[in-house]
């Protein structure tokens, strides 16, 4: 399927190649980092397709010169012995060695071991983008701040998914699969609130507690058929995100969520993010 160009052409990694809390968080600092706009995303192409192993370099250096302009040693420098400044004869090749050691700082030490791999031009072509356009009347993010979730949509209300709203499906879509997600992971895997799949690519907005006819419900985390967004806490971050499929996944009725969604990433190259907060109180 075709990828979209544009400011919010957004790569997201591979799911073999990145951990679920990884996936979300990245989702979440893309959307923070982009206001928050519809069709958001979990990374910055250019820095995601940037070599990532000059940083700590960098960092290292900076952190050299910094102290040298103090007037210190670099950081680990071990410290003069006390009485040992000024007292080598100032015509002596050691005596020149230390005061030019003193004046510089000490040298940095290169950081040894395997250096870590940008990602190639295959891997950039093969990632999911998040280029569809999706929103919610009841999810409105301001500047710098995720939309908030009404309890009506929440187990302390009506638990009843709210209206969402979708544009710039591809070309050639078979279907269209949906999953709200906790942003924090439970246990280390991905919380699913909500997963439906086999939605018509000809819809472009489910209405507010209303299944779409032929879409497929799947199990939540709760083991329960349907939508069910209940936090244990105060409050929790949600994700809705939808995938256009270029084939139909077809799967049965209370599907695992986290099955599907490995497939899903596996064919999907375009799809849509929208977080929510909500808090209690």
Same mark, same amino acid.
């Given at each position: 399927?075709?990828?979209?160009?544009?400011?919010?052409?957004?790569?997201?990694?591979?799911?073999?190649?990145?951990?679920?809390?990884?996936?979300?968080?990245?989702?979440?600092?893309?959307?923070?980092?982009?206001?928050?706009?519809?069709?958001?995303?979990?990374?910055?192409?250019?820095?995601?397709?940037?070599?990532?192993?000059?940083?700590?370099?960098?960092?290292?250096?900076?952190?050299?010169?910094?102290?040298?302009?103090?007037?210190?040693?670099?950081?680990?420098?071990?410290?003069?012995?006390?009485?040992?400044?000024?007292?080598?004869?100032?015509?002596?090749?050691?005596?020149?060695?230390?005061?030019?050691?003193?004046?510089?700082?000490?040298? #940095?030490? #290169?950081?040894?071991?395997?250096?870590?791999?940008?990602?190639?031009?295959?891997?950039?072509?093969?990632?999911?983008?998040?280029?569809?356009?999706?929103?919610?009347?009841?999810?409105?993010?301001?500047?710098?701040?995720?939309?908030? =979730?009404?309890?009506?949509?929440?187990?302390?209300?009506?638990?009843?998914?709210?209206? =969402?709203?979708?544009?710039? #499906?591809?070309?050639?879509?078979?279907?269209?699969?949906?999953?709200?997600?906790?942003?924090?992971?439970?246990?280390?895997?991905?919380?699913?609130?909500?997963?439906?799949?086999?939605?018509?690519?000809?819809?472009?907005?489910?209405?507010?507690?209303?299944?779409?006819?032929?879409a497929i419900v799947g199990t939540n985390g709760f083991g329960e058929l349907g939508y069910s967004l209940c936090p244990q806490g105060a409050g929790e971050t949600?994700?809705?995100?939808?995938?256009? =499929?270029?084939?139909?996944?077809?799967?049965?009725?209370?599907?695992d969520p986290l099955q599907l969604r490995k497939r899903v990433l596996d064919v999907s190259g375009n799809a849509g993010l929208l977080p929510a907060v909500y808090?209690?109180?």
């Amino acid at each position: 399927m075709a990828s979209r160009t544009g400011p919010e052409r957004l790569l997201i990694a591979p799911a073999k190649a990145a951990s679920a809390r990884a996936l979300l968080a990245l989702a979440l600092a893309a959307l923070l980092l982009s206001g928050c706009g519809g069709g958001s995303s979990e990374e910055d192409p250019a820095a995601a397709a940037g070599d990532s192993t000059s940083a700590p370099a960098a960092a290292q250096a900076g952190s050299a010169a910094g102290s040298r302009e103090a007037g210190g040693a670099a950081p680990g420098a071990a410290a003069p012995a006390k009485g040992q400044a000024g007292s080598t004869p100032s015509g002596s090749a050691a005596g020149t060695a230390q005061g030019a050691a003193a004046a510089n700082g000490a040298r #940095v030490a #290169v950081p040894r071991g395997p250096r870590e791999q940008a990602p190639g031009a295959k891997e950039i072509e093969e990632a999911t983008v998040a280029d569809i356009s999706l929103q919610s009347p009841a999810i409105v993010a301001s500047a710098g701040h995720l939309g908030r =979730l009404d309890p009506t949509y929440t187990c302390d209300g009506k638990d009843s998914w709210p209206t =969402l709203r979708w544009a710039g #499906v591809p070309a050639g879509t078979a279907e269209l699969a949906l999953f709200v997600m906790n942003l924090q992971p439970v246990e280390e895997k991905i919380f699913f609130d909500w997963a439906l799949a086999g939605i018509d690519p000809g819809l472009s907005e489910i209405q507010a507690g209303a299944l779409p006819k032929g879409a497929i419900v799947g199990t939540n985390g709760f083991g329960e058929l349907g939508y069910s967004l209940c936090p244990q806490g105060a409050g929790e971050t949600y994700m809705f995100a939808l995938y256009a =499929l270029p084939t139909a996944l077809s799967p049965h009725r209370g599907f695992d969520p986290l099955q599907l969604r490995k497939r899903v990433l596996d064919v999907s190259g375009n799809a849509g993010l929208l977080p929510a907060v909500y808090e209690r109180g």
